[in-house]
């Protein structure tokens, strides 16, 4: 069992950043890939980033590519995404998955969800 709290979400001002933080419970954080959804009112959720145990390797949707950057701290059992360039259409709620494979899912198909938390981005 995997228990996931986010933080760091906010309001910013279009251009502006914000770095999220997922912490994770257990001792075998780094088994599991990591990735990172969000879902905007009206809409699914989307895959936004995902990283593998290691940390090694990263994907990321084509919406957020040189923008955002996940990774994540196995001695500390927390994953994060530091978004940069934000814009309006980045607001929605923002959630940290997880799930005991080798590479990240790009479907919300994980087993493990944290709370969410809210990112609101204004023009």
């Known amino acids: 069992q995997v228990q996931l709290v986010e933080s760091g979400g906010g309001l910013v001002q279009a251009g502006g950043s914000l770095r999220l933080s997922c912490a994770a419970s257990g001792r075998t954080f780094a088994t599991y890939a990591m990735g990172w959804f969000r879902q905007a009112p009206g809409k699914e959720r989307e895959f936004v980033a995902g990283v593998d145990g290691s940390g090694g390797s990263t994907y990321y949707s084509d919406s957020v590519k040189g923008r955002f950057t996940i990774s994540r701290d196995n001695a500390k059992n927390t994953v994060f995404l530091q978004m940069n360039s934000l814009k309006p259409e980045d607001t929605a709620v923002y959630y940290c998955?997880?799930?005991?494979?080798?590479?990240?899912?790009?479907?919300?198909?994980?087993?493990?969800w944290g709370q969410g938390t809210q990112v609101t981005v204004s023009s």
């Open positions: 998955a997880a799930d005991r494979r080798l590479v990240p899912a790009f479907v919300p198909s994980y087993n493990y």
